[in-house]
């Protein structure tokens, strides 16, 4: 076949997937778009997010049932919905730019409500790999969170960031140290996740386009191989991986780690941007969203919330058009090493110059974790505990108030509708008593360990875990299964946050994370029904963490019964010992 007359792989797909894949055959370059007309929003809404639908960190794997039957069984919960994730839009020219102060390294004011760190000399720190090594020596898992995000915002203080940036105003911080971050992810990493795996389209990896304030997903179906992939790229696509954490051992044990820090899901998407082209509209997101510059540079814009009730929203919009978001209130070239911070509900956009491509990781968190989404789960509660114990609640309405209440009659003067209103905020009020505030929390925090990613053992903790026990088959035999747990045997829980007791109904459940899958929510919560002689001893682990105690400590009733639970937590991964266990 002649070169003139070559059929690339992108013709192929586009001709497979129909008119809904906009990209023209004959020069193989995005196709421009009528200029939009003016209206508030424009194209569809973001994409499930990072980690979302195949977006999504940690979802538990099938677990064993308990051992011996008398801890309880293994037992499914329900699946909740996936979440929403960042992205980001809009060519332009570079007016206002930010620069970085002249001296010093404190925050200072970056047009109307936005802080720019931006030293005079470049910020040098550990790279990535010698800090998790480094915090695989920290005892405590919550500290090994704590010291991970210090890095990661450095050289602003936790407790400065917390103060006057967290969900109030976006931070950037520019290093000019362009190996800040390096070891994270990389344009090779993504080459390698799309030649060594299953990488589906529209699942682990979406193509889109913003062109003319017209944006655009050129996902195909299938697998996403490199050869279709790279020429979507190579004719003006974005390329953005929604789960990287399913594919990068580094992006995992990163983000496993950061989930304590914010005793929320921390998830992750990459962008892979061409030279001169964006691929997402001007929009906000529902996440607190941390972007990091990898690789190149992006031209970046930020947006305050357009009114009231796009602060801090519980949803992330739909694609705006660019005269109906205003002037931006932080506007900035990211490059490689530096870090944006804004909270949910800043509009942003981000488009690549022409003279370099861009590569950037957004790692999100706090989504749906409000005091809103916690009265979600309280109110119903305590309503329905307060109508099975007050009478007041279940007496009947009054037999005429259709005639004086509802909208129609609101603005009638009628002493029976105030009479009526008092009566249900006075109900509304004692809905408080019967508020059932730790249950509910609970709730909240069995939906975290539902997102949470499963924990990345360090060599250590593997030895002293039952990955470390040496079960095989040898000699025509089974040698070395027997799990040797006295009653002098000292444990520790793996990690803090990787359990949770939960009472529900007339039981009572054991959440963990430890067999969770990298993809969010692939499968459904895993937990265990736990019979109460024992909760005694796991309270214990929890109060006792990170210090190993004795299994002959534990608050259970008889020897066997401490042995059997210290057995049963160690082989469901949830409990290290301190010495590797001798096989008998």
């Known amino acids: 076949m002649e070169a003139g007359a070559r059929v690339s792989a992108l013709w192929v797909y586009r001709s497979a997937a129909g008119p809904g894949l906009s990209v023209s055959q004959r020069s193989r370059r ?27 960190p940690g979802a538990p794997l099938p677990g064993r049932g308990a051992a011996g039957g008398k801890l309880g069984r293994s037992r499914k919960g329900m699946q909740r919905d996936g979440c929403l994730a960042p992205m980001q839009g809009q060519t332009s020219g570079l007016r206002g730019i930010l620069r970085p102060p002249l001296a010093g390294v404190a925050p200072v004011e970056a047009g109307r409500g936005a802080s720019c760190l931006g030293p005079q000399e470049p910020i040098t720190g550990p790279s990535l790999h010698g800090l998790l090594r480094e915090l695989g020596q920290v005892q405590h898992s919550r500290q090994r969170a704590a010291k991970l995000f ?18 109030k105003k976006p931070l950037l911080i520019q290093r000019h140290n ?5 070891g994270f992810f990389s344009t090779a990493t993504f080459d390698a996740i799309l030649r060594d795996n299953d990488v589906q389209f529209g699942v682990n990896l979406d193509v889109t386009s913003y062109v003319d304030g017209t944006r655009e997903t050129h996902n195909p179906v299938g697998r996403a191989l490199p050869a279709v992939v790279w020429d979507f790229y190579r004719n003006g696509c974005s390329l953005r991986m929604l789960n990287p954490q399913a594919f990068s051992t580094t992006v995992w044990q990163f983000l496993s780690i950061l989930q304590e820090q914010f005793g929320s899901m921390a998830g992750a998407n990459t962008y892979l941007t061409p030279a001169g082209t964006q691929g997402f509209a001007p929009h906000y997101d529902d996440i607190e969203a941390f972007v990091i ?6 031209h970046w814009r930020v947006y305050g919330p357009r009114d009231d009730t796009e602060v801090l929203p519980q949803f992330s919009s739909c694609n705006f058009a660019q005269e109906v978001i205003g002037e931006p209130i932080l506007e900035t070239i990211l490059e490689a090493g530096d870090l944006l911070y804004f909270p949910r509900g800043f509009i942003h956009q981000g488009d690549c110059l022409p003279d370099a491509h861009s ?6 968190s706090y989504q749906r974790n409000s005091w809103g989404d916690l009265l979600e789960k309280l109110l119903p509660a305590a309503l329905q505990m307060a109508v099975e114990e007050d009478v007041e609640y279940r007496q009947g309405l009054p037999i005429d108030y259709l005639e004086y209440m509802g909208v129609l009659n609101s603005d009638v003067v009628d002493s029976r509708r105030g009479a009526f209103i ?7 009020k004692k809905l408080v008593d019967y508020a059932p505030i730790d249950a509910a929390v609970d709730q909240k925090a069995k939906l975290f360990l539902h997102d949470c990613l499963p924990p990345v053992l360090t060599e ?8 470390g026990v040496p079960a095989r088959w040898e000699d025509g035999d089974v040698r070395d299964a027997d799990i040797p747990i006295k009653k002098g045997t000292q444990v520790q829980l793996l990690r803090q946050g990787i359990i949770r007791l939960c009472n529900e109904g007339n039981g009572v459940l054991l959440y963990y994370t430890t067999e969770n899958s990298r993809v969010y929510h692939k499968e459904e919560p895993k937990y265990l029904e736990i019979d109460p002689e024992f909760t005694d001893g796991i309270e214990f682990l929890l109060s006792s963490y990170p210090k190993y105690v004795c299994v002959e400590t534990l608050p259970c009733g008889t020897l066997d019964d401490k042995i059997s ?6 082989e469901k991964g949830l409990l290290i010992t301190k010495k590797p266990l001798v096989p008998m």
Do not use: M
């Open 30 to 56: 995005i196709k421009k778009r009528p200029k939009q007309s003016k209206r508030g929003v424009s194209g569809d809404c973001p994409a499930p997010a990072g980690p979302g639908k195949a977006e999504q």
């Open 150 to 167: 210090e890095w990661l915002i450095a050289p602003i203080s936790p407790q400065q960031f917390f103060e006057q940036s967290w969900e």
């Open 178 to 182: 362009p190996a800040y971050y390096q």
């Open 293 to 298: 510059q990898l690789e190149g540079k992006k």
């Open 359 to 364: 590569l950037h990781i957004t790692v999100s």
């Open 422 to 428: 008092e009566r249900v905020q006075n109900l509304i």
């Open 460 to 467: 250590h903790e593997r030895a002293l875990s039952i990955h």
């Open 565 to 570: 639970l210290a057995t049963f937590l160690f």
